[in-house]
């Protein structure tokens, strides 16, 4: 059982470029970018088990009761965003604040220390970039605190105090700055490989969600109309990888020499190799829309 505190850890994402987008195309194709972005974003709050509590334009607001989950969540959707393909030559970006504190509900909008600190710190981020006070990194685990580096050269202050701030590394940072960290060695241990249309997508220890569903944000993104929306999710927990349903027509399993298996709003520890139909059973698959999927490991 985690002993983790619960905490009212805000994250506060600005999306940047969609004044550009309309500016260039037209209010309606900005729009489209941005609710893209957006959807993005939301789906990364839900995976790490956070709480939306404003959606609105450009802005968007969620709480977490974990700071590792908070912190994850922006890595994910930073990445989310970072990957969506240019629109005429323009790239959206994300910049995110995060803080833990006082939270007020209620009203049209949040409010509390959380929210404003949070909000401030996004508008100090540069593009592509997020900051999180060093609240938030007393609360991280050792191995998501070693997502974030203390920011040196950049002060802010709150109510006359000297707030320490530390930033995620970028995308491409993390596994070239510590070739010899535990986040390297435990993906060397073991992975999930899933095989979709041609692409791979990797679940390990240190990226430990994927989410699969018929809608545009999913990693995996399944064309068939009996796949819900939101349809499965692939979880690593305690050295295994669950896959679990969340759908209406269920998600069948097939493990390689076992019979088919089918779910419905359960979870199943996946065996070493298979095919995962979303909301078909593996015989009716004339689509290629079926997941393959193996473990490996590495001593």
């Given at each position: 059982m985690s002993?983790?505190?619960?905490?009212?850890?805000v994250l506060f994402a600005e999306i940047l470029g969609n004044q550009r987008l309309s500016e260039k195309l037209g209010d309606a194709e900005a729009q489209r970018a941005l609710d893209r972005a957006r959807n993005r974003i939301m789906r990364s709050v839900e995976s790490y088990r956070g709480r939306s509590l404003l959606d609105q334009a450009h802005r968007l607001i969620a709480v977490f009761k974990r700071a590792d989950d908070a912190v994850q969540a922006a890595a994910d959707m930073q990445d989310k965003v970072h990957r969506l393909p240019p629109v005429s030559g323009i790239n959206l970006g994300l910049k995110i604040g995060l803080h833990c504190g006082d939270l007020r509900t209620g009203s049209d909008e949040p409010g509390g220390s959380a929210v404003e600190l949070a909000g401030r710190l996004a508008g100090?981020?540069?593009?592509?970039?997020a900051l999180l006070t060093g609240e938030v990194a007393l609360h991280l685990t050792e191995s998501v605190r070693?997502?974030?580096?203390a920011v040196m050269?950049?002060?802010f202050r709150h109510e006359g105090i000297e707030i320490p701030l530390f930033e995620l590394f970028s995308q491409d940072g993390p596994e070239a700055a510590m070739p010899d960290s535990s986040l390297e060695e435990s993906e060397a241990r073991i992975r999930l490989i899933l095989h979709h249309r041609g692409s791979a997508?990797?679940?390990?220890?240190?990226r430990p969600i994927l989410l699969m569903g018929r809608e545009e944000g999913n990693d995996i993104m399944v064309l068939d109309r009996r796949a819900s929306r939101h349809h499965a999710r692939i979880?690593?927990?305690g050295g295994r990888f669950y896959l679990i349903d969340q759908s209406t027509n269920g998600t069948f399993v097939l493990p390689n020499t076992?019979?088919?298996?089918?779910?419905?709003?359960?979870?199943?520890?996946?065996?070493d190799n298979g095919k995962i139909g979303c909301g078909f059973s593996l015989e009716?698959?004339?689509?290629n829309e079926a997941v393959r999927f193996e473990v490996r490991r590495q001593d």
């Open positions: 002993t983790l505190p619960e905490l009212n850890c100090l981020a540069h593009p592509g970039q070693s997502l974030a580096a050269d950049r002060s997508h990797v679940v390990t220890e240190a979880e690593w927990r076992e019979i088919e298996i089918s779910l419905k709003r359960e979870e199943y520890p996946l065996p009716e698959d004339s689509q």
